[in-house]
């Protein structure tokens, strides 16, 4: 069955990397991904697979069902870009550019679709296969977000957020994806690795303005509490364990009013990214302390946001060993990259939480990821070679009834049930105002 899914699988790549490259040559940024999906309506048209789309907006799925007993297979892609100034494709409306290979993923993804359904095989062994074409999974254009949430057309910030909401993979048993492997490596794929999870918060401190040359002392510089406040997240540095992998990086937003007034209000932004969620909310803590300290110095009231960003991204090792079984028919043993912890984040993570998942690095690119200079170097090892090794997975997957998904998600441990996820994105979202009368003695 392996080898003839691989016959029925050539013609079919030759017209995936097409749209795969035509969607690379228009990008478009997260909820705005209506361009991107036409051209996969045109291919799922093209092979009679039935498709629902606007799934979280701008999403899509598209479904072979067996009508047979077995597991639910979910393949996963993302749909959007990334603001990439320079980029040869970089969209003129929003700077958006495919810098970070989710169009690869589309192609991939639609290749494994079409060639499982032209061979046969979720018809002979049963169950049911998705494509979930997810929106906006970069942390980016919140204005935008901002005024769909006002509206009430999303509640989530990411496309994969919004459809655990909306409980999409409610009768999905596992995942499968694949994502851009980093640049400049010397691996073809990568299995078993983690991701950062991260909070995004926002600090404003609010002071007074005055006079900056005729009666500065007459105001609270906001400025300067920010610049305190930075200073201070520097020097908690030290006490991140190195275990954790902590990030917090920060941007200035706003840096007061005029020159010519002291600042009353400036803004910063910042994630604060670690490896589990114990770490991510300790580091949380000390973050809001150098805040509160800042302000507290120079006088300013604070006012702290923490938005839910993304959870950590843990790989199912089961799922994993059935994805590696069938990767290595076409990838030497020491050109797979093993158990690596990247300290980017990803909304793959929230997923990961709730069922098994395994996201598999893949390579074939050139450039820096979010660079301009990104783009597709080796179609075979971006588009082929993981359509192959997914289909032989998908086979071993649906053979005997399913067996080893059912035996996968036995042993799966998740975190969190959808509604324990739903409900602490709810609390992780929250705004606290410090004011500085209420510090006083």
């Known amino acids: 069955m392996k080898t003839n899914a691989k016959q029925v699988a050539m013609p079919i790549i030759e017209k995936v990397v097409d749209i795969a490259e035509e969607i690379f040559k228009n990008p478009e940024l997260g909820y705005k991904e209506v361009r991107t999906v036409g051209e996969i309506i045109k291919f799922?048209?093209?092979?009679?697979?039935?498709?629902?789309?606007?799934?979280?907006?701008?999403g899509i799925i598209a479904t072979i069902?067996?009508?047979?007993?077995?597991?639910?297979?979910?393949?996963?892609?993302?749909?959007?870009?990334?603001?990439?100034?320079?980029?040869?494709?970089?969209?003129?409306?929003?700077?958006?550019?495919h810098t970070c290979g989710h169009y690869a993923q589309i192609g991939v993804m639609l290749g494994v679709l079409a060639t499982i359904k032209e061979a046969g095989i979720v018809e002979a062994l049963g169950g049911?296969?998705?494509?979930?074409?997810?929106?906006?999974?970069?942390?980016?254009d919140f204005d935008y977000r901002h005024e769909l949430m006002a509206q009430g057309k999303i509640k989530y910030a990411s496309g994969k957020q919004?459809?655990?909401?909306?409980?999409?993979?409610?009768?999905?048993?596992?995942?499968?994806?694949?994502?851009?492997?980093?640049?400049?490596?010397?691996?073809?794929?990568?299995?078993?690795?983690?991701?950062?999870?991260?909070i995004k918060k926002r600090a404003v401190f609010h002071g007074k303005a005055a006079h900056a040359g005729a009666n500065p002392s007459q105001g609270i510089n906001a400025l300067n509490a920010?610049?305190?406040?930075?200073?201070?997240?520097?020097?908690?540095?030290?006490?991140?364990?190195?275990?954790?992998?902590?990030?917090?990086?920060?941007?200035?937003?706003?840096g007061g009013q005029?020159?010519?007034?002291?600042?009353?209000?400036?803004?910063?932004?910042?994630?604060i990214r670690g490896k589990s969620v114990e770490a991510i909310?300790?580091?949380?803590?000390?973050?809001?302390?150098?805040?509160?300290?800042?302000?507290?110095?120079?006088g300013c009231d604070v006012e702290i946001?923490?938005?839910?960003?993304?959870?950590?991204?843990?790989?199912?090792?089961?799922l994993t060993k059935v994805v590696e079984d069938n990767m290595r028919h076409y990838i030497q043993a020491e050109r797979i990259l093993r158990d690596g912890h990247g300290f980017a984040s990803g909304d793959m993570g929230d997923i990961s939480m709730i069922i098994p998942t395994v996201e598999i690095g893949t390579g074939g690119f050139v450039g820096t990821m979010h660079g301009k200079d990104f783009q597709t170097e080796d179609a075979n090892m971006a588009y082929n070679i993981p359509i192959y090794y997914f289909i032989g997975t998908i086979v071993d997957l649906l053979s005997d009834k399913g067996q080893k998904v059912y035996e996968i998600k036995e042993n799966f441990k998740p975190i969190f049930t959808r509604d324990e996820y739903l409900k602490t994105l709810e609390n992780l979202n929250q705004t606290r105002m410090y004011k500085l009368e209420d510090t006083k003695c």
């Open 65 to 97: 069902d067996s009508g047979k007993e077995g597991p639910h297979i979910g393949l996963v892609c993302d749909l959007d870009a990334v603001p990439t100034n320079g980029h040869p494709y970089c969209n003129p409306q929003d700077n958006g550019a």
């Open 162 to 198: 919004e459809m655990i909401h909306l409980g999409v993979f409610e009768d999905v048993d596992l995942v499968l994806s694949c994502h851009t492997l980093g640049t400049g490596m010397p691996y073809d794929a990568e299995i078993d690795a983690t991701l950062n999870g991260f």
């Open 281 to 298: 909310m300790n580091a949380n803590e000390k973050v809001d302390r150098a805040l509160r300290a800042g302000g507290l110095a120079i």
């Open 44 to 58: 799922l048209e093209a092979y009679n697979i039935p498709y629902t789309k606007e799934v979280a907006y701008t």
């Open 305 to 318: 946001t923490d938005t839910p960003g993304y959870f950590p991204l843990r790989q199912d090792r089961n």
């Open 226 to 254: 920010a610049n305190l406040a930075m200073t201070g997240i520097n020097f908690l540095r030290e006490t991140f364990k190195e275990e954790d992998a902590i990030r917090v990086h920060f941007m200035l937003v706003e």
């Open 258 to 271: 005029s020159v010519n007034t002291i600042p009353e209000r400036t803004t910063l932004d910042m994630y």
């Open 128 to 140: 049911k296969v998705s494509f979930i074409g997810t929106p906006a999974e970069e942390f980016v």
